[in-house]
């Protein structure tokens, strides 16, 4: 397939409910406050969640009468035939025409995969100019990346979705002589600080140096991020009245920073400008 002329940014892991749709919903929005044109491909044909979420964003401003920003929005089909071989094509073929839609129009592509290894998640990841994997903050989640020796906290065996990334990567660098940046990302950070915590910590730094990626500053365990689900928002979108209890704005800016340090350490091309465009903009809706 065509490379597209949009930096693509591939949101995966091979484990459901590790914040893989959540990430990417939140780097597409934060994006589009940037002022970038931002297309998103929801891959995950059982769950949708990216496309239930961009759904409930356009919901929530219909009602209030906002204006919010949404990024072009592509979604496989939903409908399961009786021929798996079909099915496939028939995603394979909106997967193909959503890429080639957008390769010179947008300026990014997010594309949310599932937590399953499929064709199209293999296809998806061979396009990724920077790989992004949420893992959940606890030893057990790590198990998809690789196997952990219990005494020394050292990766001794390479994991189903590590070696189809390292496929993915070597893939891409012999069709295009380009590199995959891939960050790995600690997700739902408990508060309390446990000593598991700091385990997972020190495994996931083994695991990347032995995979040659990086580790992001993470993000924490916070209860909004129920309620941004359900009304389509983002910790980037203006903080409004009926986000919930007190306090929720407090841990609302808490999320953001942590959201704004991800983007930071993902390294994005994004122009001086535009950078400074985004600072404007993240300073208005705060
Ligand atoms: N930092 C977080 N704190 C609390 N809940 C979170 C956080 N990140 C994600 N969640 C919740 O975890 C669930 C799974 O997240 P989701 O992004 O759908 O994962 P995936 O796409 O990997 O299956 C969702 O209910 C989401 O709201
Ligand atoms: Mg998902």
């Known amino acids: ?33 940037a002022g970038y044109r931002v297309a998103s491909v929801d891959v995950d044909s059982r769950q949708q969640t990216l496309t239930h979420y961009l759904r409930n964003r356009r919901a ?3 009602e ?24 496939d094509r028939a995603e394979f073929d909106v997967f193909r025409r959503a890429i080639g839609e957008v390769e010179n129009r947008a300026d990014f592509v997010i594309i949310d995969t599932p937590g399953f ?29 690789a196997r952990v ?27 295009t002589g380009e590199s995959v940046d891939w960050v790995l990302v600690r997700n739902r950070i408990s508060m309390l600080g446990s000593r598991n915590a700091r385990q997972v910590q020190v495994t996931l730094d083994a695991i990347a140096t032995r995979f040659g990626c990086r580790v992001a500053d993470g ?6 991020f129920r309620s941004l689900f359900a009304s389509g928002l983002t910790v980037f979108d203006p903080l409004d009245g009926d986000m919930g209890a007190e306090g929720s704005s407090v841990s609302h800016l808490a999320a953001r920073q ?9 390294n994005l091309p994004i122009t001086q400008t535009s950078g400074q ?10």
């Not at 397939?1 to 990417?24: D, F, L, P, Y």
């Not at 990766?155 to 990567?169: D, F, G, N």
């Not at 993000?219 to 909004?224: K, L, S």
């Not at 465009?277 to 705060?286: D, G, T, V």
Request: charged content about 20%.
């Open 258 to 266: 942590e959201y704004r340090n991800l983007v930071a350490a993902l």
């Open 149 to 175: 020796d219990a005494q020394s906290g050292q990766p001794i065996e390479t994991s189903h979705y590590a070696k189809l990334v390292q496929r993915a990567r070597s893939e891409r660098l012999s069709v």
């Open 219 to 224: 993000i924490a365990e916070r209860v909004i």
């Open 1 to 33: 397939m065509a490379r597209s002329g949009a930096h693509v940014i591939v949101v995966g892991n091979e484990k459901g409910g590790s914040g893989k749709s959540t990430t990417a919903f939140h780097l597409a929005i934060y994006l589009l406050h």
């Open 64 to 87: 209030r009468g906002l204006t919010l920003p949404n990024p072009q929005h592509f979604h496989l089909p939903s409908a399961w035939g009786d021929s798996v071989r079909e099915n």
């Open 117 to 145: 290894d499929t064709n199209l998640t293999r296809l998806a990841h061979s396009l990724a100019d920077t790989l992004v994997t949420p893992v959940n903050d606890s030893l057990i989640d790590l198990n998809v990346l």
């Open 277 to 286: 465009a985004a600072a404007e903009a993240l300073r208005l809706s705060a």
């Open 60 to 62: 929530y401003a219909q």
